[in-house]
Nanobody
Framework: QVQLVRSGGGLVQAGGSLRLACVAS????????MGWYRQTPGKQREMVAR???????DYTDSVKGRFTISRDNAKNTMYLQMNSLEPEDTAVYYC?????????WGQGTQVTVSS
């Protein structure tokens, strides 16, 4: 099993930055797929960014060039650096991983971007 504990989030003005962190309860060295998702009321959860154990990254089009996903295996931590935030980025953000074919989710954290 894996427990994911997130930190970060909050309220920021448009154009500002926030960093989210997600700490895993076990070594992430062997966890190939990790990522960040977000959800707004009435909408499906969507992938924001994901990263493999080989540091291959993938982003949804709306955040390309603004968000950066990274992982620090030594700290069992994944990050999401969010720059140039827009009101449309307002959502609850979740960290996620797939370990031994099972999906694990962290608690959501609210990110609110004011215009």
């Amino acid at each position: 099993q894996v427990q994911l504990v997130r930190s970060g989030g909050g309220l920021v003005q448009a154009g500002g930055s926030l960093r989210l962190a997600c700490v895993a309860s076990r070594s992430i060295f062997s966890i190939n797929n990790m990522g960040w998702y977000r959800q707004t009321p009435g909408k499906q959860r969507e992938m924001v960014a994901r990263i493999t154990s080989g540091d291959t990254t993938d982003y949804t089009d709306s955040v390309k060039g603004r968000f950066t996903i990274s992982r620090d295996n030594a700290k069992n931590t994944m990050y999401l650096q969010m720059n140039s935030l827009e009101p449309e980025d307002t959502a609850v953000y979740y960290c996620h991983c797939i370990f031994r074919y099972l999906n694990y989710w962290g608690q959501g954290t609210q990110v609110t971007v004011s215009s």
